[in-house]
């Protein structure tokens, strides 16, 4: 079977991902807070448009690779829901603060997408700023 480009794209994001996710276990000296264990991304389809798929009511372009079935190319995406600085669904790309993981699920067929555009891991759980009122 022919692989697809995106294939091999995505097996090296599942090392890096995987990387990541191992970073700071161990150490003696060193205490790490929090252990970043995603690679955020979007998936743009063969007409170039962001893929999308549905969480808690919202459509979103962003995933997590959770598998990869390396023989056929399929691929097992939770989705990530984006907030804004009040952690609702942001109105524009350009009001995007943060990613929250989801429970939903979704299997592709990776050779269906033309690209993979990976996001900032420091995106994921997010925590929300504190805003004080002026009162």
């Known amino acids: 079977m022919k692989r697809c480009n995106l294939c091999e794209e995505m097996k090296d994001l599942w090392k890096e ?6 970073f700071g276990k161990g ?9 970043k264990d995603t690679i955020p991304f979007m998936l743009h ?5 962001p893929f999308t798929a549905m969480t808690n009511g ?10 990869i079935i390396v023989e056929t190319c399929i ?19 350009e ?3 943060a990613f929250k993981k989801t429970s939903d699920f979704i299997f592709v067929k990776l ?20 805003i004080e009122s002026k009162s």
């Open 75 to 93: 691929a097992q995406l939770s989705l990530l829901q984006p907030v804004d600085l009040k952690g609702h669904p942001p109105l524009t790309e």
């Open 27 to 35: 150490f003696r000296f060193i205490y790490m807070s929090e252990s």
């Open 111 to 130: 050779c269906s997408f033309r690209e993979i555009i990976p996001l900032s891991h420091e995106l994921v759980d997010r925590p929300l700023p504190i």
């Open 45 to 49: 389809t063969k007409q170039s448009t």
């Open 17 to 22: 991902q995987q990387s990541l996710a191992e």
């Open 58 to 67: 919202y459509n979103t372009p962003y995933f997590r690779l959770e598998k």
């Open 95 to 97: 009001h995007l603060y």
